[in-house]
């Protein structure tokens, strides 16, 4: 048996097809598939159920593949501490972001991180939250950054800062009148959201109340964009007088545009806002590298008023 072997089991329950799997482990179909065999022929018992169209774990399997997971994630424990007698700002260092922060903070983080930590090499990922925790807990990434809540077992959170979500709307529009918006003036208008599975949007159904019931009572007022928008797209979109949308402070530069098509107004007061925080691991050795990332943050211009909390919890 080997930790080689753990891992295809836990790719293959979790694709539940050879081909996909073996992709993902970057091997091919019959090696992936000879290793499964190779396991099962060892424990004596059949670890997944296969037909035609699917690929998926017997009970027995289920309970190997969850074992196996525990294994896994232990052996990248071993990793972090023999990083600990290294040279902790030597090493690279895989940083993952949601959508909704990674390319309006990489883009101003990066350079920072280098001029700080200039022998550091960085390996940069963008993902959905539920991705980047998996990865994290896998040992793929190191230290991700994210939108409160988060919680997981044996991960230190750390608020760096909270930025307030402002209304994206085209100069001509009629609430740009408006000083402040208030969440019953978005009843009134085709608002733009990501789709589901974004944080983002739940985020601001929850912190919008009157939205989250417009959506509810009149589907057409609330434009949902396709699956696997971003931002960026939303902010095109509003360009293209499609209706307006709701966005961090940190992604309403307009600057990209020419003079007269976008304006972001802030919301009256209780104003809606998000937390963004870093996680890693507990057993992470390398806080000076942790350090590296969040001073480099602390600095940056987002557009935001940064108020560091430091708050940390596992």
Same mark, same amino acid.
């Given at each position: 048996?080997?930790?080689?072997e753990?891992r295809?089991?836990?790719?293959l329950?979790?694709?539940?097809?050879?081909?996909?799997?073996?992709?993902r482990?970057?091997?091919?179909?019959?090696?992936?598939?000879?290793?499964?065999?190779?396991?099962?022929?060892?424990?004596?018992?059949?670890?997944?159920?296969?037909?035609?169209s699917?690929?998926?774990?017997?009970?027995?399997?289920?309970?190997?593949?969850?074992?196996?997971q525990?294994? +896994?994630?232990?052996?990248?424990?071993? @990793?972090?501490?023999?990083?600990?007698? &290294?040279?902790?700002?030597?090493? !690279? %260092?895989a $940083?993952?972001?949601?959508?909704? +922060?990674?390319?309006?903070?990489?883009? @101003?983080?990066?350079?920072?991180?280098? &001029?700080?930590?200039?022998e550091? !090499? %960085?390996? $940069?990922?963008?993902?959905?939250?539920?991705?980047?925790?998996k990865?994290?807990?896998?040992?793929?990434?190191?230290?991700?950054?994210i939108?409160?809540?988060?919680t997981?077992?044996?991960?230190?959170?750390?608020?760096?800062?909270?930025?307030?979500l402002?209304?994206?709307?085209?100069?001509?529009?009629?609430?740009?009148?408006?000083?402040?918006?208030s969440?019953?003036?978005?009843?009134e208008?085709?608002v733009l959201?990501?789709?589901?599975?974004?944080?983002?949007?739940?985020?601001i159904?929850?912190?919008c109340v009157?939205?989250?019931?417009?959506?509810?009572?009149?589907r057409?007022?609330?434009?949902?964009?396709?699956?696997?928008?971003?931002?960026?797209?939303l902010?095109?979109?509003?360009?293209?007088?499609l209706g307006?949308?709701v966005?961090p402070?940190?992604?309403?530069?307009t600057?990209?545009?020419?003079?007269?098509?976008?304006?972001?107004?802030?919301?009256?007061?209780p104003?809606?806002?998000?937390?963004?925080a870093?996680a890693?691991?507990?057993?992470?050795?390398?806080h000076?590298?942790?350090?590296s990332?969040?001073?480099s943050i602390?600095?940056?211009?987002?557009n935001?008023k940064?108020?560091?909390v430091g708050?940390r919890?596992k």
């Open positions: 048996m080997t930790l080689t753990l295809y089991v836990v790719m329950a979790k694709e539940q097809h050879f081909g996909r799997a073996a992709e482990c970057f091997v091919s179909q019959p090696t992936l598939s000879i290793a499964v065999k190779k396991l099962e022929g060892e424990l004596g018992v059949a670890l997944f159920e296969r037909t035609k699917r690929v998926q774990p017997t009970p027995v399997g289920e309970r190997v593949v969850q074992q196996a525990r294994v +896994i994630e232990q052996t990248s424990a071993i @990793k972090d501490l023999a990083e600990e007698g &290294k040279d902790q700002l030597s090493s !690279p %260092l $940083i993952g972001a949601i959508f909704t +922060i990674g390319p309006y903070l990489f883009p @101003k983080m990066i350079p920072r991180i280098r &001029k700080n930590a200039a550091m !090499p %960085l390996i $940069i990922e963008e993902g959905y939250t539920a991705t980047l925790r990865r994290l807990r896998n040992g793929e990434l190191d230290v991700i950054i939108s409160l809540p988060f997981e077992p044996d991960v230190v959170t750390q608020v760096l800062y909270e930025e307030p402002v209304v994206l709307m085209p100069k001509h529009h009629p609430l740009a009148a408006k000083k402040t918006i969440a019953k003036d978005l009843n208008s085709d959201l990501l789709g589901d599975g974004h944080c983002f949007r739940d985020q159904l929850e912190s009157g939205l989250r019931q417009s959506l509810e009572e009149n057409s007022s609330v434009r949902t964009a396709a699956e696997g928008s971003s931002l960026e797209t902010r095109h979109m509003v360009a293209s007088d307006i949308t966005v402070q940190s992604a309403a530069d600057s990209q545009y020419k003079d007269g098509v976008l304006v972001w107004r802030p919301f009256a007061s104003v809606p806002s998000r937390k963004v870093l890693w691991r507990a057993s992470f050795p390398r000076k590298a942790i350090d990332v969040r001073e602390l600095s940056c211009d987002l935001v940064i108020k560091p708050t919890r």
